[in-house]
């Protein structure tokens, strides 16, 4: 009887510490010697079955470094709003600029990501990925989405999966792209109202996933169960946010999403100094509906969502984001192309978002974003991207971003973005 250990691609030297006390993953395989006259093609198909069922690790970085420069203009009825509301010229004045300032907050150089990630295959039905974006830890309100994929999964069956850990929300179309394949250096405004409420983003719990076709890219659904921000002592105990999601290939080129999710009861949070409760969000659900056109050359997606405004205005703490909004609905599409030119790709993007934030008041809360953008693949590595884009803003429209009470502004943005994947 021999003993053999299979680390996978890497050397076992690389994969455990000089203590011995950590071990990333390891394999023992038994078996027996053959006979002296065993063929060789035995001792072969052996040798092929130890590779494929020896554990294996992939490491990789991926970095965004962009720089952009944005150009406000507040509009004559933004201007009398604020100066009805603050009827001294120095404090009207003072709001103004941090309007303006708010719209530039993003400008200058900034890591739009900084993925390291760890992909473990440790047998056929079972997987794992850690993901860390350091560039999250640098801004204090992105700082609890810095782990990006903290997760194990489990295939029983080919037709059945388990998701446990930190994972990404099973809701709206930006969760099915490639962030390495993006064509526009901004998700948009809609993408970030839908991270705001808490209905989209990375969360902890479990996912179910289902492929009940024979061809399993015809049809997925996935159910998953997740803390949604309950976190310490709450007067609902179960989880906090209930998600799901039908995806549907029903031709080769075409794909159809329909996503939900659910907050069935209010959350409450704790401002430690004054041991102060509050509610942190309200109880609330959203829908979308979504399809893609995807050819070798080109591509158009589309996607309509609307939800209840879960963000709640609290006097203490003073959080004041979302006034007399209760509803929220939008859309966008967006086209791209690839175009070769020698050894490099040519990808022109074109985007147009409508985002209602205030449905219940037709004289507030619209916004219009429209983007074009043009990159260059230099190979499957490196990225250059630039970005030119208009945001148009209903004047009275809250930003929700903050919690006294700020309002956008019309802004034109240019970026210019470098994309590595080592």
């Given amino acids: 009887m021999r003993l053999r250990l299979a680390i996978g691609r890497w050397p076992a030297s690389l994969l455990r510490r000089s203590s011995g006390a950590l071990i990333l993953a390891w394999s023992l395989q038994a078996h027996a010697e053959g006979p002296a006259t065993a063929p060789d093609d035995s001792r072969e198909e052996t040798r092929e079955i130890a590779q494929e069922t020896a554990p294996s690790y992939q490491v990789d970085a991926f970095v965004r470094l962009r720089y952009r420069q944005?150009?406000?203009?507040?509009?004559?009825?933004?201007?009398?709003?604020?100066?009805?509301?603050?009827?001294?010229?120095?404090?009207?004045?003072?709001?103004?600029?941090?309007?303006?300032?708010?719209?530039?907050?993003?400008?200058?150089?900034?890591?739009?990501?900084?993925?390291?990630?760890?992909?473990?295959?440790?047998?056929?039905a079972l997987q794992g990925e850690v993901r860390v974006d350091w560039a999250r830890f640098l801004d204090t309100e992105e700082v609890s989405q810095g782990v990006r994929e903290f997760a194990g999964v489990w295939s029983p069956g080919a037709a059945l999966s388990l998701t446990a850990g930190i994972f990404a929300m099973p809701f709206s179309l930006h969760e099915l792209f490639e962030e390495r394949s993006f064509e526009l250096t901004d998700e948009g405004p809609s993408h970030?109202?839908?991270?705001?409420?808490?209905?989209?983003?990375?969360?902890?719990?479990v996912m179910a996933s289902v492929r009940p076709l024979p061809r399993a890219d015809m049809l997925s659904i996935d159910v998953a169960a997740t803390a949604g921000a309950a976190f310490g002592a709450q007067d609902y105990r179960g989880p906090g946010l209930l998600s799901a999601r039908v995806n549907a290939h029903p031709v080769k080129a075409l794909e159809v999403t329909s996503t939900v999710s659910w907050r069935p009861r209010p959350l409450d949070a704790?401002?430690?100094?004054?041991?102060?409760?509050?509610?942190?969000?309200?109880?609330?659900?959203?829908?979308?509906?979504?399809?893609?056109?995807?050819?070798?050359?080109?591509?158009?997606?589309?996607?309509?969502?609307?939800g209840k405004r879960t963000d709640s205005d609290v006097r203490v703490p003073v959080a004041l984001r979302r006034g007399d909004a209760r509803s929220f609905a939008a859309v966008w599409?967006?086209?791209?192309?690839?175009?070769?030119?020698?050894?490099?790709?040519?990808?022109?993007?074109?985007?147009?978002?409508?985002?209602?934030?205030?449905?219940?008041?037709?004289?507030?809360?619209?916004?219009?974003?429209?983007?074009?953008?043009?990159?260059?693949?230099?190979?499957?590595?490196?990225?250059?991207?630039?970005?030119?884009?208009?945001?148009?803003?209903?004047?009275?429209?809250?930003?929700?971003?903050?919690d006294v009470l700020r309002y956008q502004t019309d802004a034109t943005s240019g970026s210019l973005q470098l994309q590595l994947g080592i």
């Fill in 192 to 205: 970030q109202l839908l991270e705001h409420l808490g209905y989209y983003g990375r969360d902890m719990g």
């Fill in 70 to 124: 944005s150009w406000v203009s507040i509009s004559p009825r933004l201007r009398s709003l604020v100066e009805q509301q603050l009827p001294d010229a120095g404090v009207s004045a003072a709001s103004l600029r941090a309007v303006a300032d708010t719209a530039r907050a993003s400008d200058g150089f900034s890591p739009t990501r900084a993925d390291v990630s760890l992909h473990v295959h440790a047998s056929p």
């Fill in 270 to 306: 704790w401002w430690e100094e004054l041991r102060y409760r509050y509610q942190a969000y309200d109880r609330g659900a959203a829908v979308a509906t979504n399809a893609a056109l995807l050819f070798e050359r080109w591509t158009l997606r589309a996607e309509w969502m609307t």
């Fill in 333 to 402: 599409m967006m086209a791209t192309a690839r175009v070769p030119l020698g050894s490099v790709v040519l990808v022109p993007a074109a985007r147009g978002e409508w985002l209602d934030t205030d449905r219940d008041h037709p004289d507030v809360g619209e916004l219009i974003h429209l983007s074009f953008g043009l990159s260059l693949d230099f190979n499957q590595h490196v990225r250059l991207s630039s970005e030119l884009s208009r945001h148009l803003v209903q004047p009275g429209t809250r930003d929700w971003s903050f």
